[in-house]
């Protein structure tokens, strides 16, 4: 059986007095788990944490601050990436053949341009599968999280 790719993302909403601190305490806790910060607003933060931590960030966000509720979502991307690969190797082979027709000389100069069109469209065709493969692996290796801030008063009765 093959393996399996899957990407992972959490929402969690947490309950803050002081939602400055608390998006100081996260941001620290993100950094020490080799985490990076993708976006930071006033109400939110969204950040990837290595997928290997993910549980283990889990617990120590829980200890640090009022967790009201996280939503996972997990998505199989096998399919995608395992389409991305096989046009990879199709472009590839397209690329080579092309490269070689120009190589041999045989064919006639008002087909050259052509042929040299459609090579650099294969080129770009490669260039974007090859970000979007490594864009996918980096979807595994990393858990997405999106913490929501929800203010919380006291002394109102």
């Known amino acids: 059986m093959a393996n399996r790719f ?40 969204k950040f ?9 960030f889990l617990v120590e966000l829980r ?7 996280t939503d996972e979502t997990i ?7 395992e389409e991305c690969v096989k046009k990879l190797e199709i472009d590839h082979e397209f690329l080579s053949r092309y490269r070689k027709l ?19 469209r294969v080129s770009l065709d490669i260039q974007k599968m090859e970000k979007r493969k490594r864009d996918m692996i980096l979807k595994t290796k990393f858990s997405d999280f999106t913490i929501l801030f929800v203010p919380i008063k006291h002394g109102e009765h």
């Open 102 to 120: 120009f190589e041999e000389d045989k064919i006639p100069k008002r087909d050259r341009r052509h042929l040299l069109v459609k090579q650099h």
């Open 75 to 81: 998505q199989d991307i096998t399919d995608p990436f």
């Open 63 to 69: 200890n640090l601050e009022l967790v009201d509720k």
């Open 48 to 56: 990837k944490i290595p997928f290997a931590s993910q549980d283990h």
């Open 6 to 45: 899957y990407a992972h993302s959490l929402k969690v909403v947490v309950e803050s007095e002081k939602v400055s601190k608390s998006r100081d305490r996260i941001q620290n806790l993100v950094h020490h788990y080799r985490g990076f910060i993708s976006k930071s607003t006033s109400s939110n933060i």
